[in-house]
């Protein structure tokens, strides 16, 4: 089904009636991550859905940091989100936008609040504030400090504003209702203390707004008509509506909220993915294994996939778990499509051909794809000796092995068939040489005694190759909710989830991959070239995803 034939969601149905009616004259959404950390498969769903509406109904989408927290935010962050949202394939409205760029006018709009008697400052503790908040089944209590005069709240706000308190000694908070329904709505914080310079604006803070503060300001003052947010903020819509009812805001957003992404054998909660960083469960937030937009690029997930996979997966309001094949089918699909073949030898075995003259070579061609036509076609190099994978030969086999067999027959992929003499042999008794015959006949077509090989495996030329480290991923949880019901994820980590493969030879062709550029290695899987690692001579590939679904073969077993 297409995206035109495809029924239209309740977001689309939303915009398209509020631009008919007038309610709004240009859609603007916005995709608003706070810099803590990297994005993650989730995000993209955010970013798929707010940037592709933008684009389907003519509007604007901005990108915008809520950096109301210089604790836990860096530029490293930043940095990563505009790659990967770029990566994604979308452009943002303008410049990059920062809550901080509008700390003036939230300080304005705090001093507002004040004056009009809907804010004060409060000196209880986090503890006790906590306790006097109440609980869901019951109204919180009035802080002692909730009646002081507007005159002393803005003396203590100018206090804090100015370095005169120490951090936790108080907050400002919104004057709202103690007994609210909604515990969101009970005299939230709107500024606390935190004694730290801001990646944005250095030292010219010591107070910061709250998240649910500045959050529908910012969507405020760009203008946004949409906001569109994750279920988990539903709670929040009725405290994001009375601050933009009881502000002076220049413009007045509405939120809607829908499904997060939840995907089985992932865990998505930026904490919990920081611990295996910084634990060194990974190998950094660009770990191929983590479900970051960074690590899947680095493992060569291409960025046309996961937007098929957004695509696919939905817009609705109900919240589900997606299973991670869905991903997986995507991603194979489009790298089926696009991926240029290749071949490597993952555990080689040297294979001599003892009627092929010593010194010849020929260059053999083969497609760059099936059928591809566009994709230039590839130079192989044909000698004497060879390598092949260990399990591709066995001096004894039945029937339903396909590949080669002493004394039998097989096809060498895009050249001649060849047959298994005599095996070579190390003091251990291991097979270190297959001595195997040529029939030079047969480059594209059977051999004339009428004996049909059996099956076709692919080799590189033992004399010129490339010799390279493949990375064999698997997924980083074996369980399929590793996180769920107060397990700890780290004991469901898949522990066959990285295999190191040195050694391996690839065809003449893959020394001029480049970065991140991705491959099918025939009848091994999908790779592409590391992004961080390896070197001109001796390159890493990362193993994307296999050529088909062995993970759900093998936990049926």
Known sequence: MTSESKPAHFLQNIIREDLAQGRVSQLATRFPPEPNGYLHIGHAKSICLNFGLAQEFGGTCNLRFDDTNPAKEEEEYVDAIKRDVSWLGFEWNGEARYTSDYFDQLHDWALYLIKEGKAYVCHLSPEEARHYRGTLTEPGRNSPYRDRSVEENLELFEKMKNGEMAEGECSLRAKINMAAPNINLRDPIIYRIKKMAHHQTGDKWCIYPSYDFAHGQSDAIEGISHSICTLE?????????????????????????????????????????????????????????????????????????????????????????????????????????????????????????????????????????????????????????????????????????????????????????????????????????????????????????????????????????????????????????????????????????????????????????????????????????????????????????????????????
């Not at 819509?237 to 502000?247: E, G, M, Q, R, V």
């Open 233 to 557: 903020f539903e709670d929040h819509k009725p405290l994001y509506d009375w601050f933009i009812d009881n502000l002076p805001v220049p413009a007045r957003p509405r939120q809607y909220e829908f499904a997060r992404l939840n995907l089985n054998y992932t865990v998505v909660s930026k904490r919990k993915l920081k611990q295996l960083v910084d634990e060194g469960h990974v190998d950094g937030w660009d770990d191929p294994r983590m479900p970051t937009l960074s690590g899947q690029r680095r493992r060569g997930v291409p960025p046309t996939a996961i937007r098929n996979f957004c695509e696919m997966i939905g817009v609705t309001r109900s919240d589900s778990v997606v299973d991670v094949g869905m991903l997986e089918y995507c991603i194979r699909d489009e790298l089926d499509k696009n991926a240029p073949r290749a071949m490597c030898v993952m555990e080689p075995l040297k294979v001599t051909l003892s009627n092929y003259p010593e010194g010849k070579e020929e260059i053999l061609t083969a497609p760059g794809h099936p059928v591809r036509e566009d994709l230039p076609a590839r130079d192989l190099p044909f000698t004497r000796t060879l390598y092949i994978e260990q399990e591709d030969f066995r001096e004894e086999a039945n029937k339903k092995y396909k590949r080669l067999v002493l004394g039998k027959k097989v096809r060498l992929r895009n050249a001649y068939v060849i047959q298994a003499d005599e095996v070579v042999k190390n003091d251990a008794g291991e097979i270190v040489e297959v001595i195997c015959s040529v029939d030079l006949d047969t480059l594209g077509k059977d051999p004339a005694d009428g004996v049909k090989p059996k099956g076709v495996i692919h080799w590189v030329s033992a004399e010129k190759n490339v010799d390279c480290e493949v990375r064999l991923y698997d997924r980083l949880f074996s369980d399929p909710a590793p996180d769920a019901g107060g397990k700890n994820f780290l004991d469901h980590v898949n522990p066959d989830n990285l295999k190191v493969l040195t050694g391996c030879k690839a065809e003449v062709g893959l020394a001029a991959a480049a970065a991140e550029q991705s491959y099918q290695f025939e009848r091994n899987g999908y790779f592409c070239r590391d992004n961080k690692y390896g070197t001109a001579e001796k390159p890493v590939f990362n193993r994307t995803i296999g050529l088909r679904d062995s993970w759900a073969k093998e936990q049926g077993k």
